[in-house]
């Protein structure tokens, strides 16, 4: 087997889940994946850690060889390293092991601070379970789908916060010194808003308890709203994996994912160049 034909197959193994050594190459990961966020959770236990800090520090460093390998076997395999190296996947790949090299050069007590910081950071290997679960993928791309329509929403909700938090900073204020400056009447309208509540800051003012009652029912009525427009983009994203086939030779886009052969012309779908970035 020469050098092209083994990053042919390697890029099928690694990049591919529609073949056995594929599947398998993603569930060895998966379980990889799993065990290292547990490792790093049971690590900051502090009287298990005590006890069992050599082995952690074994364990971490053993997943961090495992997944460099892979980040560089996925540069080596991929018709456009650069592509994936600056892709959102690539970006994660190299997260997963960057905190744990970066470790090494923060040794000193004085910079005890950043080294947990590195430690927890590693947390964010949780992440490339994206890449491996389909419905993780549809719900990221629902997401983006709805990024605009969220900022709007986000936007109104600061608004009305702001507004909310002036109008009790000013209701309150002069009777209640919890509500000390709009930031943190602002910060109470959010949680209030969220139906979180904002700990022992409660309106003492009968105008203030009514304000905050409309405040209350405003997040319970713009609560389901995020959650509407994602679910729609979620529903169009379902139907478009579903539907997602084109058919070079007559046109016809309605084909389901399982589709073989186009139903109006009966052309062969040749799936062999379909691979992730």
């Given at each position: ?52 800090q ?15 390998i ?45 080294l ?31 990024r ?61 308890q ?31 994996d ?36």
């Amino acid at each position: 087997m020469n050098q092209l034909n083994r990053r042919q197959t390697l890029h099928h193994i690694i990049f591919g889940t529609d073949t056995p050594a594929g599947k398998t190459f993603d569930l060895v990961l998966i379980y990889a994946i799993v065990l290292s966020v547990a490792t790093v959770i049971l690590e900051s236990v502090q009287s298990i850690s005590l006890h069992y800090q050599t082995a952690f520090d074994s364990v971490e460093w053993f997943f961090t060889v495992l997944f460099t390998i892979e980040y560089i076997i996925r540069i080596y395999t991929h018709p456009a390293p650069r592509k994936y190296i600056f892709s959102l996947y690539g970006l994660i790949d190299l997260v997963a092991i960057l905190p744990t090299y970066l470790a090494l050069l923060f040794t000193g007590a004085e910079s005890l601070i950043i080294l947990r910081l590195l430690r927890v950071m590693r947390i964010f290997r949780v992440l490339k379970l994206i890449e491996y679960v389909y419905e993780a993928n549809t719900l990221w791309r629902s997401i983006v789908a709805s990024r605009r329509k969220i900022l709007v929403f986000f936007c109104f909700v600061f608004v009305l916060a702001t507004i909310f938090g002036a109008i009790m900073f000013l209701v309150e204020g002069p009777f209640n010194d919890e509500f000390s400056s709009i930031p943190t009447s602002i910060y109470w309208t959010i949680v209030t808003i969220s139906t979180v509540g904002f700990g022992d800051i409660v309106p003492q003012t009968a105008f203030g308890q009514m304000v905050a009652t409309v405040v209350i029912l405003t997040g319970y009525s713009i609560i389901a709203v995020p959650t509407g427009i994602i679910t729609s983009q979620l529903i169009d994203q379902i139907r478009a994996d579903r539907l997602m086939y084109l058919c070079d030779k007559c046109g016809d886009g309605e084909h389901e994912r399982t589709a073989k052969y186009c139903k109006t012309c009966g052309n062969y779908f040749n799936r062999e160049e379909e691979q992730d970035i």
